[in-house]
DNA sequence: TAAACGTATGAACAGATATTCATATGTAAG
DNA sequence: CTTACATATGAATATCTGTTCATACGTTTA
């Protein structure tokens, strides 16, 4: 019986490679072949690589931390003064900035009782310059 | 007696300018002048540019959206063909969807009762790929 | 027209997160 | 050593966000 209903055309005619499949797929969807969708889950890169990747983004993509980070590809500076420039206190500012340390995308140093910060490296600044001319379109 | 005060070195040199400025600073810093302040504040970005660009970081900055652009950018795919890949619900999927869709992140378009994504522009596969290579270092 | 299928969406819930407040730490000056 | 200042941090809170579940919508086929 199962044979029968093999037999009965229980297959399509896949619209990715033109090929026959059996409908054996779980979602039930038939619009791609299953070779297609082992093709692309082959190609796509490690649950670790692409969890760093969406982190980075993750990091940048806070309204503060953003304004820190243009603040800093401006110049180095302070905790006390990057509050200022943005109109935040100095609490608010160095919890983000713990943040952008710990992805590694700013370098601190100790001038005496302050503390001043920087862009880590010139990857960082490419990355937001490549978001600001996408916006600005 | 504020002339007095005022005479009365309270004053410093700005280890930014070299020049000399009085204790007016709100936060009582005065690591930096307040020409350099005003400075920073003037350059940069206006608060809606800046906030689109934290935007379309943000939008980058999930795992499942980032794997769902990633898989993208091999192929045009359905939903629910991405659902198999990703090995999540049709519904997650399309939740998510919507929010690339809003950020113009990816097109669509119907091919009977499925609906095919793609990458909506260059651009993007080339943030994502800037990502790529810095997280790989 | 009814059934089947692919997709979209609202509500609900759990987990994440940004800011505030209070306070601790580290450094320099008196 | 005490005081002042710049920064860091833990706890608390309000808000945001991603997934699930149920269901509605749109298209195709019988």
Same mark, same amino acid.
């Given at each position: ?13 896949? /619209? !990715? ?12 969807? =038939? #619009?791609? #072949?299953?070779?297609? =969708?082992?093709? $692309? ?9 692409? &969890?760093? @990747?969406?982190?980075?983004? +993750? ?6 931390? !953003?304004?820190?980070?243009?603040? $800093? ?5 302070? %905790?006390?003064?990057?509050?200022? %420039? ?5 609490? !608010?500012?160095?919890?983000?900035? +713990? ?6 995308? @700013?370098? &601190? +140093? ?6 001043? &910060? /920087? =862009?880590?490296?010139?990857? %960082?600044?490419?990355?937001? /310059?490549?978001?600001?001319?996408? %916006? !600005?379109?």
């Amino acid at each position: 019986m199962a044979e029968e209903k093999q037999d009965k055309s229980e297959q399509f005619v896949c /619209s !990715a490679c033109g090929d026959k499949h059996p409908q054996e797929r779980e979602t039930g969807c =038939i #619009c791609r #072949c299953p070779e297609i =969708i082992a093709e $692309l889950e082959q190609c796509m890169p490690c649950e670790e690589e692409i &969890y760093d @990747v969406s982190e980075l983004f +993750r990091v940048l993509g806070d309204l503060t931390r !953003a304004k820190i980070l243009f603040a $800093l590809s401006q110049r180095e500076m302070c %905790v006390c003064d990057i509050a200022e %420039v943005l109109g935040m206190t100095q609490s !608010a500012i160095s919890h983000q900035l +713990r943040v952008l340390k710990q992805a590694r995308l @700013v370098r &601190y +140093r100790r001038e005496g009782k302050a503390v001043s &910060y /920087s =862009i880590a490296d010139h990857h %960082v600044k490419t990355i937001l /310059s490549m978001g600001i001319e996408h %916006v !600005a379109e």
